[in-house]
């Protein structure tokens, strides 16, 4: 027998064991080892057998379940659900492109509507692996959908676990880049997967959804902030502190969730607390010889995997291109730690439970403030070299923490 939790109503996943108090507070196992208190939900216990229909759970079935205060209730069967992640092969590898992903668009001007084409058009030429989730409009009117990279799994007597990753994209709107970046990845997952063996593990073996942008107001604008004047990744709940001054950069507005925006991806973190990986993607200004990556983290486990990231990044970079400072003590990467929450994204994610949650941010454009149509197009947007580095980086950043979910799960 397996055990399975809900609440309200809504499955939640398959858990080692269950811990009840007298008062309704429950913690679950995400595995054997990691013991995470939910808070206060009203949960029920339900035994689901291999062959027969499920049956409910009351204090009077098991009296001992609902009232003994630490009792640990441990599955039966538990063949039967397997929730470590174990890939087909080996993810510990460095990722690199041949040559730079194909663009042909712009990246300061484009809208939102267009980029949603570019994503509409992935889905249709590959009905089969990607889907698309309506989350609705904004307030002025302006799309927002999450698309669905979701492999279909051999049939099998056991639950495996793949892992489950979300990409939040351009949630400030002058920060183009992002959107573009996952277009281009999820392309080279659907037509190039076959080519490159961690691309084709990341086609068969993860779960991807992706939000192309999260400010849709703010991206057609090219403004920070949304149309309300909000900045959207600090109007979470998580952390949320009433802003008191509406031409401040980072102002926060009068209450948390207040945008419709925030609201969808609230929603879905909400409804998909079994995501492993939540990575909310930003890009800052223009590389002048210091970081090309730039990782905000909750947790030193986090600066970890933020430090691996850099030095494979920064070794790769060297070797490829002599333009770059080659200094020994030269590191193309900066990792920082915000412990408290502050209503962002990943303060939403960590808050709803999710083992990783990160702020990661690459740069707009290499030296100075070039844009689109500067002279000096070789380091312009989204020009060959920005576009390829981009990719890899995000690429090198994911496998990286897929590697660590499989490897370090009793830490995770």
């Known amino acids: 027998m397996a055990i399975y939790g809900f609440q309200d109503g809504q499955y939640k996943g398959n858990w080692k064991g269950t811990y009840f108090s007298k008062e309704g507070t429950a913690v679950w196992y995400t595995n054997s080892q990691n013991l995470k208190n939910i808070g206060d939900y009203d949960f029920r216990l339900v035994f689901k057998d291999v062959t027969d229909d499920t049956t409910e759970l009351t204090p009077e079935d098991n009296g001992d379940?609902?009232?003994?205060?630490?009792?640990?209730?441990?599955?039966?069967?538990?063949?039967?659900?397997?929730?470590?992640?174990?890939?087909?092969?080996?993810?510990?590898?460095?990722?690199?492109?041949?040559?730079?992903?194909t663009w042909t668009g712009t990246a300061q001007t484009m809208t939102s509507a267009e980029v949603y084409a570019l994503f509409d058009a992935l889905v249709t030429n590959n009905s089969g692996y990607l889907s698309k989730t309506a989350l609705g409009n904004d307030e002025w009117g302006n799309e927002m959908a999450i698309y669905n990279a979701v492999p279909p799994q051999p049939t099998a007597s056991y639950l495996t676990k793949i892992p489950k990753v979300f990409v939040n994209c351009s949630i400030h709107g002058y920060e183009h880049v992002p959107a573009i970046v996952l277009y281009l990845f999820l392309k080279a997952l659907c037509e190039d997967w076959n080519d490159d063996p961690l691309l084709n593990i990341l086609r068969h073996e993860v779960e991807i959804h992706v939000l192309p942008v999260a400010n849709p107001s703010g991206f057609n604008a090219y403004t920070r902030k949304n149309a309300n004047g909000i900045d959207l990744n600090r109007n979470f709940a998580a952390g949320f502190s009433v802003g008191d001054d509406r031409t401040a950069t980072e102002y926060s507005g009068t209450e948390a969730l207040s945008e419709k925006e925030t609201q969808y991806i609230y929603g879905w973190l909400e409804e998909n607390k079994d995501t492993d990986l939540v990575i909310d993607f930003h890009n800052f200004g223009a590389f002048s010889g210091q970081n090309i990556d730039w990782i905000t983290i909750k947790t030193e486990y986090q600066a970890h995997i933020a430090r691996t990231l850099i030095h494979r990044m920064t070794q790769k970079f060297k070797s490829e291109y002599s333009w770059l400072p080659q200094g020994v003590d030269n590191y193309y990467g900066y990792t920082s730690g915000v412990l408290s929450y502050n209503g962002l994204v990943k303060d939403q994610a960590s808050a709803f439970g999710i083992p990783l949650a990160y702020t990661f941010e690459l740069p707009r454009s290499f030296w100075g403030t070039i844009t689109d149509e500067a002279a000096d197009e070789e380091h312009a947007s989204m020009a060959p070299i920005h576009r390829k580095i981009c990719v890899e980086c995000f690429v090198n950043f994911l496998l990286i923490n897929l590697d660590r979910i499989e490897k370090d799960y009793k830490l995770i």
């Open 65 to 101: 379940v609902l009232e003994y205060v630490e009792y640990v209730f441990e599955v039966d069967n538990t063949e039967n659900v397997i929730d470590r992640v174990i890939f087909s092969q080996s993810i510990d590898k460095v990722f690199g492109l041949e040559e730079s992903p």
